[in-house]
């Protein structure tokens, strides 16, 4: 069974309506990145494959 869609952007953000007066308004659900300087990345070298691995914070 396929998954439901639930909102216009699975569905191709395209609307269509008959009313003249109609206004689409998609709310947009806006996260902020902190800055480079203000993240924390650790990472671990795996010295038998060579592999980077994050390292849980």
Known sequence: MKPKK???S???GIMYS???EFEYHE???ETT???N???DL???LDK???EVKPLPS
Request: charged share 20%; no cysteine.
């Open 48 to 50: 038998k494959t060579g």
């Open 37 to 39: 300087n203000q993240q």
């Open 18 to 20: 008959t009313n003249p």
């Open 33 to 35: 990145t902190p800055s």
């Open 6 to 8: 639930n909102s216009l």
């Open 10 to 12: 699975d569905l191709g």
């Open 27 to 29: 709310e947009v659900d």
């Open 42 to 44: 650790r990472v671990m």
